[in-house]
């Protein structure tokens, strides 16, 4: 892994990789539209096209019988994040034209500015990425799932521009072209039935709203940071970690979608911030009560009912290692897993793993803040407690002390 002593690396997540996946936070889209203040990052579109490839990918699996590679899935939607970031400074129209017509050139010049960045992931991470851009055949279905997924995202975005900016011109021609890009994916069922508008639909418009709820609303800080951005930088972190750590896929996959999901409650309770939480004892377990009861009431009845115990899987303790055996779900100790359930078959969790991820993602949202210069006592208390916390902590086996030390305190 990495020896603090001797400086040298094995595999390992660089600070470069983590403050490039922050850059999209500050990223506006739409930025020459009337739109939202909030929610229209680059951040919190990846994150919500990655819940469409999630929902989509269900469904070619339940309708079609069609066999989703999720990890190649994963990885994908982290390949196209990062060549956005790299590419930010293109409009889409332009963007997707030079593509067409220089795609090759630009995938070579994204990689080289982010081979250096990359090289330490394990999985052959770089390798994969360099596939994925350069073959064309390679992962067609998950390419499939997750460009349609993108215009899906797109599209959410945009009947909330369309309406701020009725008279603009030109936006009837942007809305052809989002409307026919989407067509072009009708083969899935999933785009099918997102399309008719019903309750899948409404799931989905639902999660959008986390996109809306700020982190760390008691305080200023840049960049702003949503819930829904959040949970992908939890989501990746998880990923990153469990390729490092020699995950099973089935573990990678729960990993990745445990973290994407992790506050997905939080849509309808909205985020209740720890000090809060653990102001009054008990009070943090009827939160959880109370959040696990609206999701099988609200937004659980909106997803097909094959999916309801996977979705369950993924929010209800979420912050706990957990395996499936005997029909049933078992909480495990830190190392269990590693030591006797690391297999597909017991469809293990890391949930301390996803927990950590989730304060380390705090970390450095408090982090960047106070290097722009913007102080608070929430963000420096907040900084400092979650180091002294974590600080040199290899828990199950994960080495995250490395992590830490990128952003510490001064």
């Known amino acids: 892994m990495f020896d603090s002593d001797?400086?040298?690396?094995?595999?390992?997540?660089s600070r470069e990789l983590i403050e490039l996946i922050y850059e999209a936070a500050s990223i506006q889209r739409w930025n020459d539209h009337i739109r939202p203040h909030r929610g229209f990052t680059e951040l919190d579109k990846q994150?919500?096209?990655?819940?469409?490839?999630?929902?989509?990918?269900?469904?070619?699996e339940d309708d079609r019988g069609k066999g989703v590679d999720w990890k190649r899935l994963i990885e994908g939607g982290i390949f196209e994040f990062l060549h956005r970031i790299v590419l930010t400074d293109i409009k889409p129209p332009i963007f997707h034209q030079l593509m067409a017509e220089k795609g090759a050139l630009l995938n070579n010049w994204v990689?080289?500015?982010?081979?250096?960045?990359?090289?330490?992931?394990?999985?052959?991470?770089?390798?994969?990425?360099?596939?994925?851009?350069?073959?064309?055949?390679?992962?067609?279905?998950?390419?499939?799932?997750?460009?349609?997924?993108?215009?899906?995202?797109?599209?959410?975005?945009?009947?909330?521009?369309?309406?701020?900016?009725?008279?603009?011109?030109?936006?009837?021609?942007?809305?052809?072209k989002?409307?026919?890009?989407?067509?072009?994916?009708?083969?899935?069922?999933?785009?099918?039935?997102?399309?008719?508008?019903?309750k899948t639909s409404n799931f989905m418009d639902m999660v959008g709203q986390l996109r809306f709820q700020q982190r760390w609303a008691q305080t200023p800080r840049i960049p702003e940071t949503s819930?829904?951005?959040?949970?992908?930088?939890?989501?990746?972190?998880?990923?990153?970690?469990?390729?490092?750590?020699?995950a099973c896929n089935k573990r990678i996959y729960n990993n990745f979608f445990g973290g994407l999901f992790h506050d997905l409650p939080e849509v309808l309770t909205r985020d209740i911030v720890s000090p809060v939480k653990r102001s009054v004892p008990g009070l943090d377990e009827l939160i959880k009560g109370i959040e696990q009861r609206q999701l099988e009431e609200k937004l659980l009845p909106l997803l097909p009912s094959a999916w309801h115990k996977e979705i369950k899987y993924f929010t209800e303790d979420e912050f706990k290692n957990r395996i499936f055996k005997?029909?049933?779900?078992?909480?495990?100790?830190?190392?269990?897993?590693d030591r006797e359930y690391n297999q597909d078959i017991f469809s293990p969790l890391d949930g301390e793993l996803v927990k950590i991820c989730d304060q380390f993602a705090a970390y450095v949202e408090a982090y960047m803040s106070l290097s722009h210069?913007?102080?608070?006592?929430?963000?420096?208390?907040?900084?400092?407690?979650?180091?002294?916390?974590?600080?040199?902590?290899?828990?199950?086996?994960?080495?995250?002390?490395?992590?830490?030390?990128?952003?510490?305190?001064e």
């Open 178 to 198: 989002i409307e026919d890009e989407i067509e072009e994916h009708y083969e899935l069922a999933g785009v099918q039935k997102l399309q008719l508008g019903k």
């Open 227 to 246: 819930v829904m951005g959040h949970m992908l930088i939890v989501a990746m972190l998880s990923y990153f970690l469990s390729i490092e750590a020699g």
């Open 6 to 13: 001797s400086g040298e690396a094995g595999n390992m997540i």
């Open 326 to 337: 005997n029909d049933g779900v078992r909480f495990v100790g830190a190392g269990e897993i």
């Open 111 to 176: 990689l080289g500015r982010l081979e250096e960045k990359l090289t330490g992931l394990g999985g052959d991470f770089l390798g994969n990425m360099e596939k994925y851009l350069q073959q064309e055949e390679y992962c067609r279905l998950e390419k499939k799932i997750l460009k349609a997924s993108h215009y899906l995202a797109t599209n959410w975005e945009f009947k909330i521009i369309f309406n701020l900016n009725a008279s603009l011109f030109g936006l009837e021609d942007t809305k052809a």
């Open 47 to 60: 994150a919500h096209k990655m819940i469409f490839a999630y929902v989509l990918a269900k469904f070619e």
């Open 373 to 409: 210069g913007i102080r608070s006592r929430h963000l420096a208390e907040g900084h400092q407690q979650i180091y002294r916390m974590y600080r040199g902590s290899t828990p199950a086996g994960f080495d995250f002390g490395y992590l830490f030390d990128y952003f510490k305190p």
